[in-house]
């Protein structure tokens, strides 16, 4: 069965620190991929998405990831973390079946921000 | 452009009373619809979506129920609500297409069972 794990729970960094967030997918066939942030209260939104090509992508807010098929991993990556990112942010992966998605979640890392 | 919203955003019910969320998307048409429930501290938990007018699937065994009356609008509902039926919920849509696509997430209900 797919799922995807996200080792960390909580993660804290230093503002202006470098940031890598952790997830790791199984998935039989070739995976889609996806990471989500959610601010305190709010819905998700879409960082940035993988479905085939460049193992490197580039996201929104200065966010890239890169997915690693030996590793079966899809990790989340920034050069230098500001205060606004701290959020919870989960990793996604797309199964496609009796014409619907389904994304599978990850259950999320938490990242704190010092100042 | 798409937007989605729901509402009301935030809910507060007493065990045994009913419950109405409704959920619409503008910008878009024929989209797949997602409901989920997200339980603090935890991650997300599909539990219904639907590709088209009155068809609805359940992915989890529960005590509620949704409905598509029309093409962008999706409704969760509980006759009885439990204490355990507290949660944010989430409303989602995708395009309905031949292949896995992003799916985009509304504000959310926060839902407080007393």
């Known amino acids: 069965a797919q799922s995807v794990t996200q080792p960390d729970i909580h993660i804290t960094v230093s503002e202006g620190a470098s940031l890598e967030l952790r997830c790791n997918y199984s998935?039989?066939?070739?995976?889609?991929l996806f990471w989500y942030v959610q601010s305190p209260g709010q819905g998700l939104q879409l960082l940035l998405k993988?479905?085939?090509?460049?193992?490197l992508v580039q996201g929104i807010k200065g966010f890239e990831a890169e997915f690693k098929r030996s590793q079966s991993s899809f990790n989340l990556r920034k050069p230098s973390v500001h205060w606004s990112d701290a959020a919870e942010y989960f990793c996604?992966?797309?199964?496609?079946?009796?014409?619907?998605?389904?994304?599978?979640f990850g259950a999320g890392t938490r990242l704190a921000v010092h100042p | 452009s798409q937007t989605i919203h729901q509402w009301p955003a935030t809910l507060v019910q007493p065990v045994g009373s009913p419950l109405s969320l409704e959920c619409t998307v503008e910008?878009?048409?024929?989209?797949?619809l997602y409901w989920y429930r997200q339980a603090a501290g935890r991650g997300l938990q599909l539990l219904f979506y639907s590709v088209g007018i009155g068809q609805i699937s359940s992915e989890v065994p529960q005590n509620l129920s949704a409905s598509r009356p029309q093409d962008r609008q999706f409704i969760l509902s509980s006759k009885k609500l439990l204490l355990s039926d507290s949660g944010f919920y989430l409303c989602?849509?995708?395009?309905?297409?031949?292949?896995?696509?992003?799916?985009?997430f509304g504000p959310g209900t926060r839902l407080t069972v007393t």
């Open positions: 993988y479905f085939s090509g460049d193992t």
């Open positions: 989602a849509w995708s395009v309905r297409a031949s292949g896995p696509y992003e799916q985009y």
């Open positions: 996604a992966v797309a199964s496609f079946s009796g014409g619907y998605n389904k994304l599978i």
């Open positions: 998935y039989g066939a070739t995976p889609y």
């Open positions: 910008g878009t048409s024929n989209p797949n």
